[in-house]
Every structure is written in C-alpha cells, then in structure tokens.
C-alpha cells in the first residue's frame, strides 16, 4: 500500500529552446521579440494554399551544436513528421515537428540523461482578449503570427529527477550550458526558454512510474520550484488519502502560485503524425558534425568538474565561475601568474574580494575588464601572503586598484600601509599606550577575562589604521600583561 | 482571326519571333475565343488590356490557360472551392513565374474538381465543364477545364495539375495531348496542394511538340520547392521519325478487364501502329499495380486531410456566419466551405491516420507504393516504356456516376501506378471509339510511361507515334477548334 | 467497416459538421471504399520499406538569410476579421 511506504517524487523535464537564428525555421522571415503584431510573416508562415517550407540550415547547426554539448547520439537519418491539430496559433493546423527520429538521441547533463532532442517550428502568439484574458474565458482571441516558425530544439530527460529544488537546479544548468553555446536567448520570460515538468510519485525505492501530470507556464526558474514543490504536495496528499492521480495538464498560475487544470484542446489528442511529405530527410555530414563539434566551449559542467578536480576549488566557487566563463578565464590567467599561491586561494580573491571591490566601483565592469590585471592581482596576493601587509590593506589596496590601476606595492608606499612588524619598538609602544588609556579592560585580562582583550586590540588597529597584523598585537598585550 | 487560333503554340511562337504575327494581334485572337467560353471552361479571363509587355522568350506572345490551383498574385484563385471563393494570393506560383519568363502570358484560371479531387469536373463549386466533343458528356477530371479550354479552341494550351491521373485522363477524354512529368521535376510551389507526395503540374496541349515546349520552359528545380530537381540536360523539340529499337511494354494485370470494347480496339490498333513505325511490343509484369487504386485511396486522402485542414476560417478565404465559439467556426465553415467529394476525402484520409489504423492503412499503402515503383522498375530493365489506355472508357455522361464514388475512383485505374511511383507518363490522342452505350465517336487516349526524368525520351516516342497515328492530321475536320468556328 | 460513431469521431477530428443526412450517406460510402482499399490489408508486406517519397534527396537546406517578409496591410488583406493588425478568432470555450 502507497501509505505504508514513504512516498518519493519522480521529475522529468521538457525543455523548449527557441533557437536564435536569423530567420524563421521553414521561411526567410526575420525573428523578433516584442514588435508590432504580423509584421513578421510571409505566404509560407501564415499558411496560404501552395506555399511549402525549406528547411533553416542554421537551425539544424544549432541543434547538432545541442546534440554536441549534451552528449547526445546524433540520428545518422532523420526525417519531420506532421503533428496535426486545430487551433489558431497553428496556421496550417499541423506543427511540422520530429516524431520517431529525432535528430538527437540518448544523451546526458550532469546526472540526468537526456531522453532525446528534437527539432520543431513554434507556435503563433494569441492574446485573448473579452471578458477574461484567461483561455477559458469567453470572449475573442487576436493572433499575432510573428513568433509563428520560429525555430525550437524541444530537449526532453529521463526521469531522474527527485525534487523540486534539484528540478530547477539542473534546469539553471541547462540554461547555462545552452547559453554558453550561443545558440540562444534562453530568456523565460520571453519564452526563449520554456520549462514544462512531468511529476509522479511512488513509494520510495520502487522502481515502477507512477500516473504523472504535466505542468505548463512556469516562466522562472522560482515559479519551476514553486509549481514542482505544489504538485508534488498535492500528489502526496492525494495518494497518502488513498485517492489516485488523473494524468492531466496543469497550468501553472504565478500571481496565485496555485495549479489549474487545462482541458484538452482536441479530444483525445488524436495528432495524426505522419511522415512530412514537403520534406526530405536530413542527414548529418562528417563535416556538419565537426563543426557542431569544434563551435564548443567548455561547458559548465566540464569547467566544474575541472576546477573541483584538478584545481582543488570549493564546489560553489568552481561553480561561480563556471557560469562566468569571462570571469572564469580571468582567473585562470591569475593563477597562471601566481604559481606560489593556490588556485583555491586565487579563486577566493576573485569570486570574493575582487568581486565585491568591482561591486562597490562605480565602473561596474567585468574583472577581466577592470583596470586590475592578472599581474597585478597575483602581486597584491604576494604581498598579503607574504604579510608585507594585512588582509585588511590588501582590500584597501585592491579598492585603489579597481579605481586607477597601478602597482600595488607603490600603492603600499604612497598609502603607508607597510604592516608593521614586531621588532621596532613602535608597536610594543601603541600597544603600551592603549593599556594604559584603558584601565578596567587590562584589569579583566588580568582577571582572566579574555573577551576584555577585544577592546584593547581595536584600539590598536585605529591607532594603526589596521596596518598591524591581529595576531601580532594579541601576542603583545598578552606579554605586556605578564 | 481564323488561321491564328489554328496555329500550333510551336507554329505561332515562330511566326511571333519572325516578326509574320504581332504578340497583341495575337493575344487579342486568343481572348476573343475565349470569350466565347460555353463550355464553364474559365473560372476567371484576363480582362482586355492591349497594352502590355512581354519577355522576350521561347513562348514570347503565347496566352495560357491556367487551373485555378495556381496562385497567381492578385487573380482570383479558389481551387474550384466555395472557401476559397474570392481569394486573391499574395504571391505566384514558381511554375507561372516560369512561364511568364520564357514569355507567355496568363490568359485566364481554369475551371476545376475542387481542390483536384475528382475524374469528371463535375465536383467544381462553379457548376461542371462540358465536353467540347460532346456536351451531354464530362471532359474528365480533374484538369477538365483545362483540357476542355485547349480542345474547346478556348486556348492554345493549358497548365494542369496530375495527382492520380488528372492531365492525363482529361486530355484522352478530350482527345488532346496531356504530360505528367516526373515528380520533381516541376516546382510545386505555389500549387494549392492535394496530395502533396503526388501532385505534379504539367502541359495540356494538341500536340505533342508543344507539350514539350511548354515544359521546356516549366522544368526545373526551384529553390522554394525542396522536393524539386529539374531534368537533368533540359527537353528540347522531338524530331524522331521511327520507333526502331524500341520496347514497348503492355501489363497483363492492366489490360485484362473493365477497358470498353471501342477503347480496347483503339488500343490495339495503336500496338500495330507501334510495330509498323519498327517498335516491338512485349508483355510485362506489374503484379501490384492492380492494388493502386487501394494504395491512392489511402495515401491521397491522408494527405489532403492534413493539407485541407488550413482552411480554417482564420487568415483568409470563407468563414462562416454563424460562428460561435472556435469549434463552431472551425466545424461550420469547414461544412459550409467544402463539396461533399472533399468532405468524402477528408473524412477518409483522418480515418486512414487516425490512432489505431495507421499500419492498417497509411502504412501498408506506403509499402504496396514500393512493391508498385519496384514492378516499374523490373519492367523498365525489360522494356523502354509500358503502355497502357490512358482511361477505361471515353467520355461518360453528366452525373453518370456522380452516385457511386468507387467507380469514379476506378477511373483512375491506368493512370495511378505511374503516380504512386513517380515516373513521367503522357497521354495522346490515338483514335475514336463509340460509347459502350452507343453513340457519336469519341478520343481515346493512348498512354506512355518510361522511367523517372527520361522525358525527352519518351516525348521523342510520342512524338513519333503520333505522326505515324496521325490523328491531329486525318481528324482534324472532327476536331472542335477546326473549321473556323472556334466552339465547336 | 466503418460505423456512425467512428464516423462521428472522425468529422470531429476533422472539423466538420455533418448533418445526419451527411453522416448516414458518409457511413455507407466510406464503408464502401474501405471494403476496396482493404484488399491491400490482406497482403503480406513485411519487411518492405514504406515510400513517403519517390524523389531522392536529403539535406535539402536554406541559408539562414532573411527575405522580406509581407506588408502589414498585405499580410492582413485576406483576414475575415482583421482587428488591431491582428487576425481575431472566437475563444474557445471551456469544454
Ligand atoms: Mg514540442
Ligand atoms: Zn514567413
């Protein structure tokens, strides 16, 4: 019985990239994003009687540079297929789409496997408009059919998936790695990116699927979490009361955060498909699939991978700069330079102190555009780690830089922000003085009242302007204090 | 007036580009005739404008009549369909395009089956085209008023589209010349698709040298088209005088039944005519092509349910009035706009893909199309062509079978197997039978099929054999265009 | 065979509305072709490719080079009911 056992979710994702081609999938139309309606179309990609598609070259690039990156097997042969149903947004009321050869096969994305990825023309916009803007109202419809053939690689994965926040973790990846690719604007909320999600429950640790539901409109990667993170609570509630799961489509509602059940537009989903007889088969060159090859970068996952492995970086560093491959590069150089310090403490420098200088820099400009070169980060580095100067100095100093440039050490100099060693009695004398200034607090140490020490070693360090090592006056007032 | 509409399209080109025939003297001649039109030939005419330009090409000056299922930009083109009444295409078809290049000229749309559906041209929404030879009678189908424009003398030739037989068949029961070329070989853009794996344009003329000039000039590969290529090398004018060396093939499975008498006697007397001019005649096998119609019927029908679908209502052409929600206006102007051999169509083809009957159906006809394309081409390593009738019967009466559908289907019985495997097929005029049910005589049609781009081949056999049967010579005082009297 | 619900389900699939009349008539002659074309059911076909094509060909490709696209005006001026640039249709209803 499903109460007696734990009950775990299973999440499968369907991914629709809109690729970023010059011109639409099956005709010369450029695509667009947020221009006046139907000032985008042409006989071919509004549907006029006679007309007849010609496949995008570039579309087919773009989806074996995907094929590529997500390792999957690429179809030495296949063919489009004529998905048929009515509905407005489909002037020819079949989406020219990929059925049983899709041009991408088995594949895989960090520890999901990707099911297949295949290419398709997209939709037509339709605003509803009348009483209600939802698609139940009553009331008219206006389409727009500039967004109509755009093309789009539909990536479907297995199953692997077991929660909502993993779900929308993996989808982020994606998102990244498709990016990087430059084959899209992967942008959600203007539907270049579209995250659909397949969810079911089973007791945990069997392996049969249970009924799942699809869920649509889920324009961010937070409302992916929110919307998985209900439905999985209301399928777990539902079986857990003994009740079962209908397979439907839900749509995804942001302002509410709640789910709402779709009707099916054609009844029984009868699509019809058959092989798209305007078309012939593609068939990938030696050629093409080296091109696909050769257009790609190293991927987050790969850069991840290298990093935590060979580099010896913390997890989430590695991935910080995995997403910033710009930044990323720049670290590399960085490291390069300074072979005596550790790449985890060069990450460290750029993901932290460099980044934040950068964020407070009315520049705001890239690392690897900023006015502080790899060189010139690696000397600053030397000179913390050579405590020359404090870690304190060195953000002090690496604000200068990020301002105008220049050598740090000269910076030290002018700034005299030199640290001050030990030996030369000047320190044991600040030192002196402050015990004296501060009676009562000398008193608790000497009572034993370490947390006293605190008030004593700050004023050392105004004294000083932080140019003393923390460790060192600690050392002092100690002795001081017999 | 008289001599120029007896003038081949070969014959006027040349006295056009003499400089003995004006391009608008000429043109006039053409749209006074057509004018005349008592046979619902014409769809729309090219309003009078004696004013204009022409290129300057092989059919410089020459007027063409064109079925109303080519897009021509701003005419009227409605595939003979109530839901396409008054639609105006924003563009042109690639074949037009060609034919204006080469230097003729759009003289007016042709009346039509809707949507190319049909054998007799009695499922136009704008009322049946008669028969020039005899108007109690159908001029086939589905090209009907094309073929009747060309041997009503309302045109000098005629553009046509070929699914299942629809050149061919109208031409034989027109007595004229009809050309399906191979699939591929002529651009389909722009031609309102019926069954689009099958579909092909090609020339309706009275002889067979301007059939091939006019596709000479249509043939191709076009960019917009991808299942296009062209004939490799071109066509050129036929000039061969004998049939010595060459094979002629008569399928057994097609020849055996269901042919007239009167068509079977034509037939034969072609086959002598063949081995008089030093042709040899030889039997060959096409075990599947008895199954054609069976596999047409499928495949045909399922395609054209998916091409019809974008009649909707919504970007152009009839929407209906009384539409409420979107189903309503989907289901309503979809049964008001369409005849009921269209419905019949659609209705066959959703069923032949729908769930659950796919393999039965689609599949299965898709495997008889290769066992059909592999028979023509065992009987090709055989033979230089098979030969067949072009049709059953000559010419059948108005709504003599308009109540049995099937047996209109099996009108297509010679002309299917060529289209299912895509090879080029011609039908000339070889003679004149009398109806089974007695009566004046009528064309027969004598068809030729070799293997797939192997055109100029076949036109050069045609060619000859049509001056060996001479039918356009010793006929002549039969045909309509004849005497003077334009209509017949 | 084909029977008047199958039918039924079909024009739905289709988009057509039959009347009765239709329907009946419909049943009988779909059924009558059916019984024709079924012929080729009883034939023994495995392992012979299907054709969807006789041309061969394949890579068939367009550079991705933008061609221009319609007037707006022209895109429209077959519309049945242009509103706002935009081609209106009824909303479906909720079934
Ligand atoms: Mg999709
Ligand atoms: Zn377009």
């Known amino acids: 019985m499903a109460e007696a056992r734990e009950l775990e979710a299973v999440i499968g994702l369907e991914i629709h990239v809109q690729l970023a081609t010059k011109t639409k999938m099956f005709c010369g139309c450029e695509l667009s994003f947020g221009d006046e309606p139907n000032v985008h179309t042409c006989p071919v990609c509004l549907a006029h009687p006679g007309v007849l598609p010609v496949v995008n070259e570039q579309a087919i690039q773009y989806a074996l540079q995907i094929a590529a990156a997500l390792g999957c097997e690429v179809a030495p042969r296949s063919i489009f297929h004529r998905k048929n149903y009515f509905y407005p947004d489909s002037p020819k009321a079949y989406q020219i789409s990929q059925y049983d050869i899709p041009i991408a096969g088995a594949g895989k994305l960090g520890d999901v496997r990707i099911h297949r990825a295949h290419l398709e023309e997209d939709a037509a916009k339709m605003i509803h408009v009348g009483e209600s803007g939802r698609i139940h109202g009553s009331g008219a419809s206006l389409v727009d059919f500039n967004r109509g053939g755009t093309p789009l690689v539909e990536i479907v994965t297995e199953p692997d998936l077991r929660g909502a926040a993993e779900a929308a973790q993996w989808a982020r990846l994606l998102r990244e790695t498709v990016r990087q690719l430059g084959v899209s604007d992967v942008n959600m909320e203007e539907g270049s990116l579209r995250v659909d999600a397949n969810v079911s429950v089973r007791p945990a640790g069997s392996e049969e699927l249970g009924t799942k539901t699809e869920l649509k409109n889920m324009n961010s990667f937070r409302f992916l979490q929110r919307g998985v993170e209900a439905e999985i609570e209301r399928q777990v509630a539902l079986v857990g009361a003994g009740g079962t799961v209908e397979q439907e489509t839900l749509h995804f509602d942001p302002a509410s955060g709640s789910l709402t059940s779709l009707r099916s537009k054609e009844e029984a989903h009868d699509y019809r498909y058959f092989p798209e007889p305007d078309l012939v088969a593609i068939v990938p060159t030696e050629q093409m699939l080296r091109e696909a090859r050769e257009a790609l970068p190293e991927l987050p996952a790969a850069r991840i991978e290298r990093y935590v492995g060979e580099l010896g970086l913390a997890e989430d560093v590695a991935a910080t700069l995995a997403a910033d491959p710009e930044t990323a590069a720049y670290f590399e150089q960085v490291d390069a330079v300074a072979e005596a310090i550790e790449s985890r403490v060069v990450a460290n420098w750029v993901t932290g102190e460099l980044a934040a200088a950068l964020r407070h820099s009315e520049e705001g400009v890239s690392a690897a555009d900023s006015k502080v070169e790899p060189g010139t980060l690696a000397a600053l580095m030397a000179l913390v780690g050579e405590k020359t100067i404090s870690h304190g100095s060195g953000k002090k100093v690496l604000a200068v830089l990020v301002a105008e440039g220049g050598d740090p050490a000269a910076i030290v100099e002018r700034e005299g922000l030199a640290q001050m060693a030990g030996e030369d009695g000047e320190l044991e004398a600040i030192v002196a003085a402050a015990i004296a200034a501060d009676p009562e607090a000398a008193e608790q140490i000497r009572a034993g009242n370490g947390k006293a020490i605190g008030a004593i070693v700050g004023a050392v360090m105004r004294e000083t302007k932080g140019r003393a090592d923390g460790g060192e006056v600690n050392r002092l007032i100690k002795q001081q204090l017999g | 007036m008289t001599d120029l509409l007896e003038l081949s399209v070969a014959e006027a080109a040349a006295k056009i580009a003499a400089g003995e025939v004006g391009v608008e003297e000429y043109f006039a001649a053409w749209r006074g005739a057509a004018a005349g039109d008592e046979l619902n030939a014409y769809l729309w005419q090219l309003e009078d404008d004696s004013h204009y330009e022409v290129e300057d090409g092989p059919l410089r000056g020459v007027p063409v009549a064109v079925k109303d299922i080519f897009c021509t930009e701003g005419a009227p083109t409605t595939a003979g369909s109530r839901i396409l009444e008054g639609y105006r295409p924003p563009y042109t078809a690639t074949a037009v395009r060609r034919l204006d290049a080469a230097g003729a000229r759009v003289l007016g749309k042709t009346n039509m089956d809707e949507f190319a559906m049909g054998s007799s041209n009695e499922n136009s929404a704008y009322g049946p085209v008669l028969n020039p030879w005899d108007r109690g009678r159908v001029p086939g189908g589905s090209s009907g008023g094309s073929a009747a424009a060309v041997a009503g003398g309302l045109a000098p030739c005629a553009l046509g589209t070929d699914t299942g037989g629809s050149i061919r068949q109208p031409a034989a029961l027109c007595g004229i010349v009809g050309l399906k070329p191979t699939y591929g070989s002529i651009s389909r853009y722009g031609m309102i698709a019926f069954a689009s794996s099958l579909d092909q344009c090609g020339p309706l003329t009275r002889d067979v040298t301007d059939a091939a000039l006019l596709l000479a000039a249509l043939q191709g590969r076009d960019e917009c088209d991808s299942t296009s290529v062209g004939i490799e090398g071109g066509v050129v004018a036929p000039s061969r005088e004998d049939l010595s060396g060459l094979r002629f093939g008569v399928p057994a499975e097609l020849s055996r039944d269901a042919i007239d008498a009167g068509v079977r006697e034509v037939f034969e007397a072609t086959l002598r005519q063949i081995e008089a001019l030093g042709g040899e005649i030889a039997e060959v096998a096409l075990p599947n092509a008895e199954h054609g119609i069976s596999a047409y019927y499928v495949l045909a029908p399922a395609e054209a349910s998916s091409n019809l679908a974008r009649y909707d209502g919504v970007r152009y052409g009839m929407r209906s009035e009384e539409a409420g929600d979107l189903l309503d206006m989907y289901e309503t102007t979809r049964a008001q706009g369409f005849g009921p051999e269209v419905k019949r169509r659609i209705m066959l083809g959703t069923y032949a893909l729908s769930s659950g009957y796919y393999d039965a159906y689609y599949g299965q006809a898709q495997k008889v199309r290769t066992r059909i394309a592999e028979d023509f081409t065992g009987a090709f390593a055989d033979v230089d062509f098979v030969v067949t009738p072009t049709s059953p019967s000559v010419a059948f009466g108005l709504g003599e079978k308009t109540d049995d559908p099937l047996s209109m289907y099996l009108n297509d019985f010679f002309t299917v197997p060529m289209s299912l495997a895509g090879i080029p097929a011609i039908s000339i005029p070889a003679g004149l039978a009398a109806p089974a049910g007695g009566g004046p005589q009528l064309p027969v049609g004598f068809q030729i099929a070799a293997p797939a781009f192997a055109e100029q081949k076949l036109l050069e056999a045609a060619y000859a054999l049509e001056q060996g049967i001479g039918f356009n010579q010793a006929q002549r005082e039969l045909l309509p265009w004849a005497g003077g009297n334009g209509n017949g | ?95």
């Open chain 3, 1 to 95: 065979m084909i029977d008047r619900e199958q039918v039924l389900h079909v024009a739905r699939l289709a988009r057509l509305r039959l009347s009765d009349a239709e329907v009946e008539q419909m049943t009988g002659e779909l059924s009558g072709i059916l019984e024709h074309v079924d012929r080729i059911g009883k034939l023994d076909l495995e392992g012979v490719e299907p054709t969807s094509h006789v041309v061969a060909l394949e890579n068939v490709l367009r550079p991705d080079l933008p061609r221009p696209s319609l007037a707006k005006d022209v895109a429209l001026a077959e519309a049945p009911e242009p509103v706002n640039g935009a081609f209106r249709v009824p909303s479906p209803q909720a079934e």
